[in-house]
């Protein structure tokens, strides 16, 4: 009796010893196979999914086989939540570099450009423009969206840092535009911290407005601290600012493409030929750049410029001299005239 027990002991030693060789090729195989792709795919992966829902969905595909086992070593060996996103899946790539992938989140991001010198309105068309965020946003005023941050009663313009954000399939606008909102209040703490003395600014937010204006005028950095020093010694003289941008900002979508005398003389709370000194808000999105120039103005005597048509600009003193260069760069305008900075790159992923 000892003896057959012993013996039926030993056999299921034996076969339990090959059942678990057998489970542990069976996984072996499965982690090693390649996957059937024969192009670049992108897996997505909703937020909430599990490792089995997705290795079911794949094996129903035909993308892989063995589920079950590699159900088993990620239950036994890797016990952590599925990142939710995109995966992107190569021709060649075995079931175990996917798993791997999945490990580490290593899920795929794209990049949200926004550009210096936007306003907010552009602001929320790009955003709405993104196919992969998740709108939340598009039928929320602009009041609506800065209370939804956390900001009731603040005016978005100019609020929102200009940089190239990365976001993955399935996230919220409004983490977007968040991250620029709180970037924002860092770069600008961060200047106005390292100021100049005897500025004409009560608070940060005026800084903000005044670098508003100097990103509007002019598409050389170089010219950034220049164009500050002429404003800022206008508001210390008590003159108008009479800066084009902020009149067409008033005039919204009431501007066409063409400025005219009748514009300039039209009275709204952004028009600085007609109030005196800053306008009430920032009338676009500002870079560091523009905010150290206008905590950093160059010193100087010209209270005076005007574009010459390719970006930069011809400073005076006087307004005699100012009114000749008017003459020679703004009466007589070049086929290819512009004041504005260069047109941006195109987000890419």
Known sequence: M???????????????????????????????????????????????SSPSL???????????????WLRLYWRF?????????????????????LMGLWQRGEVVQYSLTLVEGWNFRQVRAHLAAQERLQQTLTALSDAEIMAKLGQPGMHPEGRFFPDTYRYIRGMRDIELLRQALQRQEQVLAEEWAKRADNLPYREPYQA???????????????ERPQ?????????????????????????????????TRAHLRQPTPYNTYVIKGLPPTPIALVGREAIHAALHPADGQSLYFVARGDGSHVFSDSLAVHNRAVREYQ???????????????????
């Open 208 to 222: 903000l407005i005044m670098a508003s204006l100097v990103e509007k005028e002019t598409g050389v950095a170089s």
């Open 54 to 68: 997705m290795l079911n969905r794949l094996e129903q595909d035909g993308v892989l086989s063995g589920a079950l």
């Open 2 to 48: 000892i003896r057959k027990l012993l013996l039926l002991l030993q056999g299921a030693v034996v076969l339990a010893a090959l059942l678990i060789g057998w489970a542990f090729w069976s996984q072996q195989q499965a982690l090693q196979q390649t996957l059937n792709l024969h192009q670049e795919r992108l897996l997505e992966v909703p937020a909430g």
């Open 77 to 97: 060996n890797l016990k952590q939540p599925l990142h939710s996103g995109e995966y992107r899946l190569q021709p060649g790539m075995r079931a175990e570099e």
């Open 331 to 349: 009466l007589q305008r070049r086929a290819d005239y512009r004041s504005s900075p260069a047109p941006a790159q195109k987000d890419t992923p």
């Open 227 to 259: 164009i500050a020093g002429v404003f800022v010694r206008r508001l210390r003289l008590g003159m108008l600012l009479q800066t084009d941008p902020t009149v067409i900002y008033g005039l919204g979508e009431r501007y066409q493409g063409n400025l």
